[in-house]
């Protein structure tokens, strides 16, 4: 269980600095680039504790999945980024794979 709770932080991370690259500028500014650049480490490495049990290609996409649909849904009410039901409808999509490569998708230990 607690190799999925790194799963989780490290895809909560992921978002948050995603966030801050798109506030870095292309890395011009300083303190939006240093928030990515820690969070990036920190990202990786709970994405890599949670390795050790979870399968790579489970742990990779769940990882991938909780960035890109936190950070659609913020842009959507944050960003002002479009929020069509064709969008909203391609966000689940990722969502219910998350949920199902969690119930199928299994630990090797």
């Known amino acids: 269980m607690q190799n999925w709770i790194y799963l989780l932080l490290a895809g ?6 995603a966030i801050g690259l798109k506030y870095s500028d292309g890395f011009t500014r300083l303190w939006p680039s240093l928030f990515s650049a820690v969070l990036i480490v920190l990202s990786l490495g709970l994405l890599s504790l949670a390795m050790r049990t979870i399968p790579v290609g489970t ?10 649909s936190a ?4 842009g959507i009410l944050f960003l002002n980024e479009p929020g069509n039901w064709a969008r909203i409808a391609c966000i689940l999509l990722i969502v219910f794979g998350v949920i199902g490569l969690k119930l199928f998708g299994g630990e090797t230990a």
């Open 12 to 17: 909560v991370l992921e978002c948050l600095w």
């Open 59 to 68: 742990a990779y996409a769940i990882w991938s999945g909780i960035g890109a």
């Open 71 to 74: 950070l659609a849904v913020t």
